[in-house]
């Protein structure tokens, strides 16, 4: 049975860090490419960051830029998102997801829902001012 399941979230403070962990029981093809969604409060469904496996670094949408990090523990079937100098804006549930290889998953730019065929549960983060 395909699982991804998330862990990590909480509650901090502005300027705090979190690490987001999504452990995946799905098979290497079919985690290639890795992905961290948001759904805020009154915002639609927003992609934040994508991972390929065959690329060293991810890319982030702007406003994560600079301040969030995906990372892969490929032999651990782990995927992190390290966030630092958390913000109010941030404050949202967070979801992984997974999908098979596919052109431009390794860019921002491709990345849409519809893409990824298997998605966790979500963790919850809140940002407090």
């Known amino acids: 049975q395909v699982q991804l399941v998330e862990s990590g979230g909480g509650s901090v403070q502005s300027g705090g860090s979190l690490r987001l962990s999504c452990s995946a029981s799905?098979?290497?093809?079919?985690?290639?490419?890795m992905a961290w969604f948001r759904h805020g409060p009154g915002k639609e469904l927003e992609g934040i960051a994508v991972k390929y496996s065959g690329v060293s670094k991810g890319d982030y949408v702007e406003s994560v830029k600079g301040r969030f990090t995906v990372t892969q523990d490929n032999a651990a079937n782990i995927t992190y998102l390290q966030m630092n100098n958390l913000k109010p804006d941030d404050t949202a549930m967070y979801y992984c997801a997974a999908a098979e290889v596919f052109v431009g998953c390794a860019t921002i730019g491709a990345m849409t829902a519809a893409r990824y065929a298997y998605w966790g549960r979500g963790t919850q983060v809140t940002v407090s001012s």
């Open positions: 799905v098979s290497p093809d079919s985690r290639d490419c």
